[in-house]
Nanobody, 123 residues
Framework: QVHLVESGGGLVQPGGSLRLSCEAP????????MGWFRQAPGKEREFVAG????????YYADTVKGRFTISRDNAKNTVYLQMNSLKPEDTAVYYCAARTSGFSRSPRVYDYWGQGTQVTVSS
């Protein structure tokens, strides 16, 4: 069982920045893909950013490309999502997710999920 714990959400003004963290304690040798998703009220959960274990590629939703950056610290078993130039439409609960297979943008195929962290962008 993989346990994911997100942190770093909060309230920020438009144009501001936040960094989300996803800690995955222990050895996660079975995980191949990590990703961030978000879900706004009344909307379906959507892909934000992700990468595979090899680290050769990172993937972003078009809506966040150029503003958000996904990264990882293997020594800390932690994945980050740096969010810059935040917009009100970025308001959502952000989830960290992992799966044992290859990359996918569909949240339905991810095996493990964190509890989510709220990000609110408002003046």
């Amino acid at each position: 069982q993989v346990h994911l714990v997100e942190s770093g959400g909060g309230l920020v003004q438009p144009g501001g920045s936040l960094r989300l963290s996803c800690e995955a304690p222990g050895t996660i040798f079975s995980i191949n893909t990590m990703g961030w998703f978000r879900q706004a009220p009344g909307k379906e959960r959507e892909f934000v950013a992700g990468f595979t274990k090899s680290g050769d590629y990172t993937y972003y939703a078009d809506t966040v490309k150029g503003r958000f950056t996904i990264s990882r610290d293997n020594a800390k078993n932690t994945v980050y999502l740096q969010m810059n130039s935040l917009k009100p439409e970025d308001t959502a609960v952000y989830y960290c997710a992992a799966r044992t297979s290859g990359f996918s943008r569909s949240p339905r195929v991810y095996d493990y999920w964190g509890q989510g962290t709220q990000v609110t962008v408002s003046s």
